[in-house]
Nanobody, 128 residues
């Protein structure tokens, strides 16, 4: 059975940092794309970043580029999202997702409809 588990969320002051982890069981990340998404109250889910280990493709939403970094540790079957310079508008529930992506274009990698497997989400709250 496939499971994704996020961890590392919490409360941080503006300008601070957090590192989220997404660990998989039931499959390995070698042949899939792993995406990070977030959803703030009353807002649509937003693609934040994605990584495809097989070809090294990485994408970031413009709102986080330069502040967030996605990486992986294949030995731990874990993908990380390092977040720096956090802003109150980064406050959201963060989800990781995984699937084999067959992109129509690059934005597919940050589109939630492209992913079948999802974690339960972790809260990130950034105080001003």
């Amino acid at each position: 059975e496939i499971h994704l588990v996020e961890s590392g969320g919490g409360l941080v002051q503006a300008g601070g940092s957090l590192r989220l982890s997404c660990t998989a069981s039931g499959f390995t990340f070698d042949d899939v794309t792993v995406g990070w998404f977030r959803q703030a109250p009353g807002q649509a889910r937003e693609g934040v970043s994605s990584i495809t280990l097989s070809d090294g493709k990485i994408y970031y939403a413009s709102s986080v580029r330069g502040r967030f970094t996605i990486s992986s540790d294949t030995a731990k079957n874990t993908v990380y999202l390092q977040m720096h310079s956090l802003k109150p508008e980064d406050t959201a529930v963060y989800y990781c997702a995984a699937d084999q992506i067959f992109p129509l274009h690059d934005m597919t990698y940050l589109s939630d409809f492209a992913y079948e497997y999802w974690g339960q989400g972790v809260q990130v709250t950034v105080s001003s």
